[in-house]
């Protein structure tokens, strides 16, 4: 039995019947490199061969009753990988456009709470003989740092690895459920603690605020502050229904602009994401006379912390749409981004764990209903425009179950008055960007996702290189 962190189970109470905080992985491979069989035989061996390795994939959730307080994780004592793993097949072509639309219909479904919160399909008849593995996993599991363990423990680096890894290891026990007595009595020690770790929260938090305070007045710092997004229509409301889209450019293109104008990988990515929605957002008769508000979840981890959970933080950019010059639209981004990590470095990266860890999850719940009922975007303003994630990849091929990986595509959750969410993984030679987003407020997201390229391009252009 494993207590939760009060940030994992933050993922869980803010989760509404439209907002699902599950995020997917679309990984598409060439399955002519591995041996021969059925693909989705090789992925199923490999899976119980490898799931020792991913110890959160056997665990099942269990509340605190009237969720008094966090949750734990016990090792699901009816666990079956076959419940979990699924085999799917599109309908021809086979086309970015039929994948899109299966992993759409599957995000815009909750997982099961009384299973350990993961599902996955090995997905058949992609164009070109490929074939997908496509995942989706409870945030409360993994965050941007722990996809990458998990990439890690289930691809390979040559075709032919053994399915069974050399490392020995220890037998896999399941858990009885525990008592709700049991479960009230652990809670009501916890609860103790309460007092003591909401004055540790207090007493980091507020000294940051007063320095940072103070070195942006002298520094005179650019940041983005959240509840100063314009108003859009992606902006309000969500159902459950989701719309996925994909794109793909150059590395090199990336970190040639990265080069010619002295700033960070990530500031080019947000630069492209910045061009492709000005157009977009021109198009729909939208574009403000002010930058957009992005979220950029932030990886706090340290050597030492556990694998796999959520060590997170988050830093809020500005991204320009209303400057219509390439140059300076990037140029603009790094100074956001700059007095971004410089709030992030004063107020502390352990800020949303420390809080997380203060309030119940039956408080999380209902002030995320109650924000839902007051459509806060649509009355005033949202507190953000979308969400952008940047996770570096492995330069290097990789192979699922023998199968080579051509591309992946990461997928983060949306919620009430953020409909977008944008999220970006390099990959050998080139940089693979997944859109997830609100099917009634983004339909057209595919015209979004297809403008990436040609946003690259500006800039390649602008550069000269």
């Known amino acids: 039995m494993q207590r939760l962190t009060g940030l994992d189970a933050a993922f869980l109470a803010l989760e509404t019947p439209s907002a699902h905080m599950h995020v997917l992985g679309v990984a ?11 693909f989705h035989e090789r992925v199923h061996e490999l899976l119980e061969a490898r799931l020792h390795l991913v110890q959160p994939l056997r665990r099942r959730l269990v509340e605190v009753p009237f969720r008094l307080h966090i949750p734990v994780w016990i090792e699901d004592p009816n666990f079956d990988l076959d419940y979990h793993l699924h085999r799917a097949a599109l309908p021809a072509p086979g086309g970015p456009a039929e994948l899109a639309a299966f992993v759409g219909d599957i995000a815009g479904r909750p997982l099961d709470r009384d299973h350990p919160l993961w599902e996955a399909y090995v997905v058949e008849g992609l164009e070109h003989g ?15 740092a722990a996809g990458v363990e998990m990439i890690a ?8 690895a053994p399915l069974q890894p050399s490392e ?6 399941p858990e009885m459920m525990p008592s709700e007595i049991e479960m009230l009595g652990r809670a009501v020690v916890a609860i103790a ?5 909401a004055v540790r929260a207090v007493s980091n938090l507020l000294p940051g605020v007063v320095r940072f305070a103070r070195r942006a007045r002298n520094e005179a710092l650019e940041v983005a502050l959240p509840l100063t997004a314009p108003r859009l229509s992606m902006n309000r409301t969500i159902t459950p229904a989701r719309i996925v889209a994909f794109s793909s450019v150059s590395l090199a293109d990336v970190k040639a602009v990265k080069s010619a104008l002295d700033v960070s990988f990530n500031d080019v990515v947000l630069a492209a994401t910045t061009g492709t929605l000005r157009r977009y957002l021109d198009r729909r008769g939208e574009l403000p006379e002010r930058p957009l508000v992005a979220s950029i979840p932030t990886s706090v981890r340290v050597d030492g912390d556990p694998r796999f959970g959520n060590r997170v933080s988050s830093m809020f950019a500005a991204l320009p749409v209303e400057i219509d010059d390439p140059i300076e639209r990037v140029r603009a981004i790094a100074r956001s981004m700059s007095g971004a990590k410089n709030l992030h470095e004063e107020v502390g990266g352990s800020t949303l764990q420390d809080w997380a860890e203060v309030a ?12 839902s009922r007051l459509r806060v975007g649509e009355r005033l303003r949202p507190v953000i425009n979308l969400v952008m994630s940047n996770v570096p990849g492995p330069p290097w091929p990789l192979y699922l179950a023998g199968a080579r990986l051509v591309a992946m595509y990461p997928l983060g959750p949306i919620f009430d008055d953020c409909g977008l969410n944008v999220t970006v993984i390099s990959y050998l030679d080139h940089v693979d960007f997944g859109f997830l987003a609100s099917r009634e407020l983004m339909p057209d997201v595919d015209d979004l996702a297809a403008g990436v390229p040609q946003a690259l391009a500006e800039l390649t252009k602008a550069t000269g290189v």
């Open 28 to 38: 598409i491979v060439d399955p002519t490199t591995g041996p021969p069989g059925p």
């Open 193 to 197: 603690q309460r007092p003591a770790k």
């Open 168 to 173: 020995p290891s220890e037998e896999w026990r």
């Open 360 to 371: 119940a999850p039956a408080l999380f719940s209902r002030a995320m209903r109650f924000y």
């Open 130 to 144: 490929h074939q997908a593995f496509v995942t989706k996993v409870h945030h409360s599991l993994i965050d941007g």
């Open 153 to 160: 423990a289930l691809f390979d680096l040559e075709s032919d």
